[in-house]
Nanobody
Framework: QVQLAESGGGLVQAGGSLRLSCAAS????????MGWYRQAPGKSRELVATITSGGSTHFADSVKGRFTISRDNAKNTVYLQMNSLKPEDTAVYYC???????????????WGQGTQVTVSS
């Protein structure tokens, strides 16, 4: 099994910053892409940002220039630095990873439990 443990959510005023962390643990041979998704009340889950094992990144248009994503491969950890937060960034943020548990297995999706980010106006 693979567990993804998120931390760093909370309440912040508009214009503020938060940093989310997500550490993967368990049976892990390698991790391909890692990333963050979010789901606001009444809306579908949407991609926020992803990063490959080689460091290539992709961001949703709504967060470009405000959010950065990074990872520490040695620690199986991904980070999301969120700056200039807006009320519309309020959502539950979920960590995602494409994990290969054993060398002879293909990769599979793993999800964290989610962490609440609330941005007040």
């Amino acid at each position: 099994q693979v567990q993804l443990a998120e931390s760093g959510g909370g309440l912040v005023q508009a214009g503020g910053s938060l940093r989310l962390s997500c550490a993967a643990s368990g049976t892990i041979f390698s991790i391909n892409a890692m990333g963050w998704y979010r789901q606001a009340p009444g809306k579908s889950r949407e991609l926020v940002a992803t990063i490959t094992s080689g460091g290539s990144t992709h961001f949703a248009d709504s967060v470009k220039g405000r959010f950065t994503i990074s990872r520490d491969n040695a620690k199986n950890t991904v980070y999301l630095q969120m700056n200039s937060l807006k009320p519309e960034d309020t959502a539950v943020y979920y960590c995602h990873a494409e994990v290969r548990r054993r060398w002879y297995e293909s990769s599979g999706s793993s999800w964290g439990q989610g962490t609440q980010v609330t941005v007040s106006s």
